[in-house]
C-alpha cells in the first residue's frame, strides 16, 4: 500500500499492517477552523506478519501531542504520514491535532457545507482528521465524543449519551476508518421505524437543513423497502438499533454507505413532485437502496484492499438493479441499465482510460470510483448469476455472508464461494475482473438440413497496459424465431469459452431468424452481418423485450449513420416498425418510450470510429434532428392520441405506472412541437402541478427557440430551490444549439448563482457542456477552451471533481486532426499548470497517453 511516495500503488504489492487495532476512542472538539481531535488507540501486533514498522496515515494535520502508553514521543513527519518506533506488543496510541474543516474544500475528511459539519472519508479521507492506518483491512470498533454547540451530534453506531454540547456514539462493529462519519450542525429530522425480520425495532432518521422537510417522505419509504427487500431477497437483517441519513449540499459524488449514518448529496435523497422529476425519485430510490445494501456488501463484509473496490460496489450495483426491477419494470430497468452502460462505460473500456474491473495499479485511488468498477464490475455478476443458475447463486451468496462477515476480502474470497458451492473451476471467468476492453462477438450463421450452426467468435482490442487478450467466458443468451414469427427455440445459454465456438440446433423445419444475446447477457459488442429487413422482423416479433427494443436501437442507429455521412433519409422499416409499436396499447408505456429514443451522439461518434469512419458531432447532429423531424412527419397522425393515452389522471405519483406515461407523454411532446412550434408544450407548461411535466415542456420550448419567457418564470418560481436551479443552468446548455452551447455555458457562469465551489452547480453547467456532443465538440473549440478554463480553476479547491470532469475529454481520438489538436492543446494546458493535484494530473496524462 501507499507509503511514503505518493507514487504508483501496485495490487501485487500488498502487505499486511504490521498491528491490529482492537479500539478506537475518538473525541471531537468542533470549531470552524480548530477543530480538536483527539484519539486514543488501542494497537497489538498483527501474527500475520513479523514487520512491526509503525507508520500512521496522516495529511494536512497540525500535530499537538503524540504518546505511547501515555509517554510522549515525537514522530518523523512526512506529508503523507508519521512514523515511530513502536512495542511488538500491545499498546495505546494518543494523538491530538488540530484540522480546519472550514477551509477544507477538496470535500474530503472533515469539512464544512452550509454551517453543518460533515465528513467523507473514502476513499482516504480519514487521514485527513487524524493519524491512522487508513486502509480498508485495518477494521476496529469505535466510540466517538462530539463536543460541539449544536442541536444535532451524530456519529456511526448506536447513541450511548447526549448532554448539552456534546454527545457520544459507540459502533460496535469492527469497520475499516473510510466508512467513519460525523454529523454536526442545525437539522431537523423526519423519523419513522422498521421492525426487522427478528422483531427489532430500528429508529430510522433522514436529517435535512430546516426548510427541507417536505422531500423527505420518498426516501423514508425508500429506505424501508429496501431493508425489508434484503431481507427478503438476501436474508440480510439490519444491525443497530439506528440508522440516520443525512443530506449534504457539498458533496462531490452520490451518496457514502457510512456504517449507520449515510451521507448523501441533497440531490440524491431530497424529493418532491413539484421540485424532482419521475427521474429523479427513480434514482433516489436506488441510490438510497444502494447505500442501505451496503450495510452487508461493503460494510458487514468490506475490501482487502482498494482494488477489491468492485467486491462490494459491483455487488451492490448488482443488488440495486435487482430492487429496481422488483419494484418497477424488469425490461424497462434493463434496457436503461445497458443504455447507460453504452454510454458511460463503453468509451472508458475502449479508450485511453481502460481498466480492468480489478484494476492493478492506481496513483490516485479516487480516480477508480469509474463506470468499470460500478457498472461493468454488476454486469459480471450478473453473467455469473446466469452462468451458475438463481439456486447456485443463492447458495453461494449465503455462504459469502457466512463465511466472510467480519472479514476485508478479495475477488480471490468472492470467486471462491462459487467454486465451493458449484464445483467450478472459475479461473477463466476471473479474466473479466483482469482484462480490460470491451469483448468483440462476430457472429457467423450457418443452415442445412434442418440443422442451424452458430458460430461465434470473440475478439477484444488491445488497451492500455494489455496488448494481448486471452478468451473469456461470456454466455450468451439465444432464442430462434421462425420466419412466421413463432419462437422456435426459446432462450438457451450458450456459454462461450474459446476464440471461436460452434453451437448447434437440430431439428428445424426452416432457417430461423436468432435473436442473439438476450437480456444483453453478457456486456460485450455484437458484430453480425445483418440486414434491414432481419431488425425490422425481430422488433415486430422477438419474445425478448431488451432484444426486441435492441432491434429498433439498431435500426435507428442504421439510419442515423447513413444519415450523417450521406444525405440518406430515413429508413421506411425503421419508421413503420417505430409506428406499428407505437400504435400496440398492450406494451407499457415506458417501453415504448424508450422505442422512441434514439442513440445518444456520442454513442453514434463512438460508432462511426469503430467503423473507420471520422465522426462529425455537427452532421451527427443535424441527422439527429432529422430522423426527429422526420418521425414527426411520419407519426403526425399518431401523436395526439398518444400525448392524451399518457395523461395520468391521478394524483401525482412516482410510481413505474405513471411515470412511463409521462415518459410517453414527454416522447410525443418532443416530436409534437417540431410541428407546431411549442404550442401544445407552453400549454402543458402553463397546466403542469409536477416538475415532470414542467421541465419537459421547458425542453420543448427550449428546443424549439420560444422559451424564454417561460425559462424566467421558471427561475422566478425556483430561485429559492438549489437543486430545481441546477437544473434550470443545466437545461439552457443541454438544449442550446451547438454553436451556441459554449457561449450560454459562459453566459451562465457569470451568472450570479453560480456559485461553482458546489459541485452540483459545477457539474450542472459542466457536465452539461460535456453532455451537449455538439455543442461541446463545436469546431470553434470554445467549448473544450472553457470546460479547461475551468478545470484549472476548480483543481486547487477541489481535485476529486476535477479529476472526474476531466473525463470529458476521454474520448478525444475519435475525432478528426483539428479538434484532436484542440483538445491536445488543451490537455497539455491542464498538464502544465502549476501544483497540479495527484487527481487531474494522473487523469490527464492518462487521457493523453
Ligand atoms: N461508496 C460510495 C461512493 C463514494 C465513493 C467515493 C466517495 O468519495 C471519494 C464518495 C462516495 C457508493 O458507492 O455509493
Ligand atoms: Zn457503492
Request: aromatic share 10%; net charge negative; charged share 25%.
Amino acid at each position: 500500500m501507499r507509503d511514503a511516495a505518493p507514487n504508483t500503488v501496485y495490487l501485487k504489492d500488498y502487505k499486511s499492517f504490521g498491528y491490529l487495532v482492537d479500539q478506537v476512542h475518538l473525541t471531537f472538539d468542533l470549531s470552524p477552523n480548530a477543530t480538536r481531535v483527539t484519539s486514543r488507540i488501542a494497537f497489538s501486533p498483527n501474527p500475520e506478519t513479523e514487520d512491526r514498522s509503525f507508520f500512521l496515515h496522516g495529511e494536512k494535520l497540525r500535530l499537538i501531542r503524540a504518546a505511547i502508553d501515555g509517554t510522549a514521543v515525537s514522530p518523523e513527519i512526512t506529508a503523507e504520514g508519521l512514523r515511530v518506533a513502536a512495542p511488538d506488543a500491545p499498546f495505546v496510541w494518543e494523538a491530538e491535532v488540530e484540522i480546519d474543516p472550514a477551509n477544507n474544500t477538496a470535500l474530503e475528511g472533515l469539512y464544512m457545507s452550509n454551517g453543518m459539519y460533515c465528513t467523507q472519508c473514502e476513499a482516504e479521507g480519514f487521514r485527513k482528521i487524524t493519524y491512522y492506518p487508513d486502509r480498508p483491512d485495518v477494521m476496529s470498533t469505535f466510540t466517538v465524543r462530539i463536543n460541539g454547540d449544536l442541536p444535532v451530534l451524530l456519529s456511526n453506531g448506536n447513541p450511548v449519551q447526549r448532554g448539552e454540547g456534546w454527545a457520544e456514539w459507540h459502533d460496535p462493529w469492527p469497520k475499516p476508518a473510510y466508512l467513519f462519519a460525523l454529523v454536526a450542525g442545525d437539522l431537523v429530522a423526519h423519523s419513522d421505524s422498521f421492525t426487522t425480520i427478528s422483531g427489532k425495532s430500528v429508529d430510522l432518521n433522514l436529517w435535512v437543513r430546516p426548510g427541507d422537510e417536505h422531500k423527505c417522505a420518498f426516501g423514508m419509504e425508500a429506505l424501508k423497502k429496501s431493508m425489508k427487500w434484503d431481507e427478503d431477497t438476501y436474508g440480510r437483517e439490519y444491525d443497530l438499533d439506528v440508522f440516520n441519513i443525512v443530506a449534504v449540499d457539498d458533496f462531490n459524488m452520490g451518496a457514502m454507505e457510512n456504517k449507520g449514518l449515510n451521507i448523501f448529496n441533497s440531490s440524491c435523497v431530497l424529493a418532491s413532485p413539484d421540485t424532482s422529476t419521475d427521474a429523479n425519485f427513480e434514482r433516489i430510490e436506488a441510490i438510497i437502496a444502494h447505500e442501505y445494501f451496503h450495510n452487508w456488501t461493503g460494510n458487514r463484509i468490506t475490501c482487502r484492499d482498494w482494488f477489491q473496490l468492485c467486491l462490494k460496489e459491483g455487488l451492490t450495483v448488482f443488488r440495486d438493479s435487482q430492487f429496481t426491477s422488483d419494484m418497477r419494470s424488469a425490461p424497462v430497468k434493463r434496457i436503461t441499465d445497458v443504455i447507460d452502460l453504452r454510454a458511460r462505460q463503453f468509451p472508458e473500456d475502449n479508450g485511453p482510460l481502460s481498466h480492468p474491473v480489478r484494476p492493478e495499479s492506481f496513483q490516485e485511488i479516487n480516480n477508480f470510483y469509474t463506470a468499470t468498477v460500478y457498472e461493468k464490475g454488476a454486469e459480471v455478476i450478473g453473467m455469473l448469476k446466469r452462468l451458475v443458475g438463481d439456486a447456485a447463486y443463492a447458495e453461494a451468496l449465503d455462504l459469502y455472508f457466512a463465511r466472510h462477515d467480519g472479514q476485508a476480502c478479495t475477488i480471490e474470497d468472492w470467486l471462491k464461494v462459487f467454486e465451493d458451492v458449484t464445483g467450478r473451476d472459475l479461473s477463466q471467468f476471473k479474466r473479466w475482473y483482469s482484462q480490460s476492453g470491451t469483448p468483440r462477438l462476430k457472429v457467423e450463421e450457418e443452415f442445412s438440413e434442418g440443422t442451424y450452426t452458430l458460430t461465434l467468435t470473440q475478439h477484444t482490442d488491445p488497451t492500455p497496459g494489455q496488448p494481448d487478450k486471452q478468451p473469456q467466458v461470456i454466455p450468451v443468451a439465444v432464442g430462434l424465431l421462425s420466419p412466421n414469427g413463432d419462437e422456435v427455440v426459446p432462450t438457451r445459454v450458450l456459454e462461450m469459452t474459446e476464440g471461436t465456438q460452434s453451437f448447434t440446433f437440430e431439428g428445424l423445419a426452416a432457417k430461423p431468424v436468432p435473436s442473439i444475446l438476450r437480456d444483453f447477457s453478457a456486456p460485450v459488442i455484437v458484430e453480425r452481418e445483418t440486414d434491414t429487413a432481419e431488425r425490422a422482423f425481430l422488433l415486430a416479433h422477438d419474445t425478448d423485450p431488451f432484444h426486441r427494443w435492441e432491434a429498433g436501437r439498431a435500426l435507428a442507429r442504421e439510419t442515423l449513420v447513413e444519415m450523417a455521412t450521406g444525405d440518406a433519409t430515413p429508413l421506411p422499416d425503421y419508421l413503420d416498425g417505430i409506428r406499428t409499436l407505437l400504435r400496440d396499447k398492450s406494451l407499457d408505456p415506458a417501453y415504448r418510450a424508450l422505442m422512441l429514443g434514439l442513440p445518444g451522439q456520442s454513442e453514434l461518434a463512438g460508432h462511426l470510429h469503430e467503423a473507420g469512419i471520422t465522426p462529425d458531432p455537427a452532421a451527427i447532429w443535424i441527422a439527429v434532428e432529422d430522423l426527429k423531424q422526420a418521425l414527426a412527419r411520419d407519426l403526425q397522425d399518431m401523436l395526439p392520441d398518444i400525448y392524451a393515452e399518457a395523461q395520468v389522471d391521478a394524483p401525482y405519483a412516482p410510481d413505474a405506472e405513471q411515470s412511463g406515461k409521462r415518459a410517453l407523454g414527454a416522447a410525443a411532446l418532443d416530436l409534437i412541437s417540431r410541428l407546431d412550434g411549442g404550442k401544445q408544450a407552453a400549454a402543458q407548461y402553463e397546466a403542469a402541478d409536477n416538475m415532470t411535466l414542467q421541465l419537459s415542456a421547458l425542453g420543448c420550448l427550449l428546443g424549439a427557440e420560444t422559451g424564454d419567457a417561460q425559462l424566467a418564470a421558471f427561475y422566478d418560481q425556483w430561485k429559492d430551490d438549489r437543486l430545481v436551479i441546477d437544473k434550470w443552468f443545466m437545461l439552457q446548455i443541454m438544449k442550446a444549439k451547438p454553436d451556441r452551447a459554449a457561449a450560454v455555458a459562459k453566459a451562465l457562469t457569470e451568472h450570479p448563482d453560480f456559485t461553482w465551489k458546489t459541485p452540483n452547480r459545477f457539474r450542472a453547467v459542466f457536465g452539461a457542456l460535456a453532455g451537449n456532443h455538439a455543442g461541446f465538440h463545436d469546431s470553434s473549440g470554445a467549448g473544450y477552451d472553457l470546460l479547461a478554463d475551468w478545470l484549472i480553476r476548480l483543481d486547487p479547491l477541489n481535485p476529486q471533481t476535477t479529476a472526474r470532469m476531466c473525463t470529458a475529454f476521454q474520448t478525444w481520438k475519435r475525432y478528426d486532426a483539428g479538434r484532436q489538436e484542440m483538445i491536445a492543446a488543451q490537455l497539455d494546458r491542464i498538464a502544465a499548470t502549476p501544483d497540479l493535484s495527484r487527481d487531474a494530473g494522473e487523469m490527464i496524462s492518462r487521457i493523453r497517453g
